[in-house]
């Protein structure tokens, strides 16, 4: 199994990013998707999630309206549309694969983001 993020980088303060998660070594549609992320000496945090079929989306209150998560089941890959970028999005994001079903979840090896002028 193997999720590998893409799309990380600078931006500056209201700036857009689109970060990637490809995924392999599972049946992608089965799992939900969801992306997480992680600030200097603090908790990882859920930012967004998105059901297998893709019809089901879940954000974070401080990420709502700016944030847009979305797969593309055909290439196996999970996305997270990134506009009005702050600050405090600041961070290493990850992708997450679980399905409700069994227990364990995989994780991506992160992408870091960095909003700042």
């Known amino acids: 199994v193997q999720l590998v993020e893409s799309g990380g980088g600078l931006v500056q303060p209201g700036g857009s990013l689109r970060l990637s998660c490809a995924a392999s070594?599972?049946?992608?549609?089965?799992?939900?998707m969801s992306w997480h992320r992680q600030a200097p000496g603090k908790e990882r945090e859920l930012v967004a999630s998105?059901?297998?079929?893709?019809?089901?989306?879940n954000y974070a209150d401080i990420v709502k309206g700016r944030f847009t998560i979305s797969r593309d089941n055909a290439k196996n890959t999970v996305y997270l549309q990134m506009n009005s970028l702050k600050p405090e999005d600041t961070a290493v994001y990850y992708c997450k694969a679980y399905n409700l079903r069994r227990p364990g979840a995989y994780w991506g090896q992160g992408t870091q983001v960095t909003v700042s002028s």
């Open positions: 070594g599972f049946t992608f549609s089965s799992y939900y």
């Open positions: 998105i059901s297998g079929t893709g019809g089901s989306t």
